[in-house]
């Protein structure tokens, strides 16, 4: 199994906490090796490209550089969806265009910073796991069934889109599909959950303008958690901290300015694996969440 | 050139007449619907050159009409009038003052990418969005959108430490766009939400147990701590200085 270079991000560092204990904790407990990138930066957000793209390259190509030049690493897995589109697309832009490479080059020597050299890729959490382990992988080392919690897989926009800056995507049996994306699907079923059908795995929560236009992204949140409950889910599984602050924090605005209460409860993948795995919800910053599933997984006996 | 664009035409130049017979047949009501041409002067040659020197809108000229990023929009599901397609055709003509009549809505593109990704020649509707926007406020046509006070904030801290931190991008938006966070807090979502976050709620309804296993201390202290000691990226040295020198330079050569 391969070592990789792991990136939190700054969501991770901060209100997405959770995600980060759960994956380390998930990780350890599958045997798997990573090591933290060395005092990364932020990978740009949805935020600094507006401002200006290569600000966004650059931030995004300097962490792969820390991993690849003063690492070693060939592989950056990042967890977030952000930070994984971000990387992605540094990837992209730096492989296809010659200009913006000979830029970024230019300013990481004026910064006296790691040069990117265009060595390195960027995995996401999902994909790790699946090239590594895979689900069968995974049913062997489990060591406690999710005893058919009914799960909607939500992964959002950055996952898969645009599919040009993902070219592993869509390439036959074994690879992800950036159309209907179903990593996160395979790793939960072989943990016994029940994948319920969803037809939004890939709708947009709004995360970009959570906050500077909260009315569509109460709106957009609310679509894909009632489609979520209409399909019959207990759970919406995420695996990514904007998506998932996004979850939560517009579950609770529906409910306190529109007055529509939904019930369905938000995990991250990592904390559902983790309990597979055996390991303790308050290990996997479960009753972090503000999406207080804990007397739904004592009901299911799961925790 | 006559117009073809359905979104172009003036209620008011839609006429039909309630009682007509033509040749003995009855064409009352809408079959006389007629429409009474209208001729634009104004509109702007370079405007298309002027789009693509704001970062984004580099392939918008490539644009064939084909609808798929109208058709795909998470926005234009939530409200017709926001029509990347129609912003791009108006774009491309010049017509500047049509797409001013949507100055309000454009900045709402949420960068879901379904039209980038969809898109058959390449256009990245996405960042024409983002650059028409742009345009909007650079020319003072608009004021700031709230997306753009968000960015800004939160590329200083980026710019600054290499890093962000949750509850200062959270507080200095809400301080930089007149909202009172406090109020939030206090009475509204935000106050709730943190609410259910601490599992405050087990403990009004007498849970104390529940409480005390479910509240969330370390995660709490580690985030209130960033708030006083802000996490910051040790090797950043004069990355940010050289990075905004470059951002300066690049827009000054765009728009001068």
Known sequence: MAKVAYYPGCALEGSGGPYDRSTRALVKSLGMEMETVHDWNCCGAMEVKNIHPMLQTYMSARVMAIASEQMGYDTVMAPCNGCYHNLKKAEYELATSSESLDTLQGLAKKSEDPVYKGDVRTVHLLEWLMEDLGADGIKQKISKSLNGIKVANYYGCMYTRPRQIFPEKDQGPGSESSYKPHFMDDLLGAAGAINVDFPLKTACCGGAHTLSDADTSTQLVLNIIQAAEDAGAEVIATECPTCHSGLEMHQVRAETEFGIKTNVKILYFTQLLGLAMGLSARKLGVHENVSDSLDFLHAKGVV | ?256
Request: net charge neutral; aromatic share 10%.
């Open chain 2, 1 to 256: 050139m006559a117009i073809h664009e359905k979104t172009l035409i003036d209620p008011s130049r839609l006429i039909s007449s309630d009682t007509l017979v033509v040749d003995g047949v009855d064409v009352s009501g809408h079959w006389n619907t007629m429409i009474l041409p209208r001729t634009l002067k104004e509109y702007d040659d370079g405007f298309e050159a002027h789009i693509k020197e704001y970062a984004g809108a580099e392939n918008v000229h490539r644009c064939w009409q084909c609808g798929s990023c109208t058709n795909s929009c998470t926005m234009y599901a939530q409200n017709t009038d926001f029509n990347p397609r129609y912003w791009i055709y108006l774009t491309r003509l010049g017509l500047k003052d049509e797409i001013l009549k949507d100055k309000d809505i454009i900045w709402q593109c949420v960068s879901c990418n379904k039209c980038t990704n969809i898109c058959p020649k390449d256009v990245r509707p996405e960042g024409v969005m983002k650059a028409l926007a742009h345009w909007i406020e650079a020319e003072g046509f608009g004021e700031k959108s709230n997306s753009t006070i968000f960015d800004e904030e939160f590329a200083r801290q980026c710019i600054a430490r290499g890093r962000i931190e949750d509850s200062e991008v959270m507080t200095n938006f809400y301080k930089n766009t007149n909202q009172d966070i406090k109020e939030m807090a206090l009475n509204g979502w935000l106050g709730i939400f943190v609410a259910r976050m601490n599992k405050w709620n087990e403990l009004r309804s007498g849970n104390v147990w529940k409480f005390i296993t479910r509240t969330p201390i370390m995660h709490s202290l580690h985030m209130g701590y960033s708030m006083f000691f802000k996490p910051k990226t040790k090797s950043w040295g004069h990355t940010g200085e050289v990075l905004s020198q470059y951002v300066k330079e690049q827009k000054e050569l765009a728009h001068g």
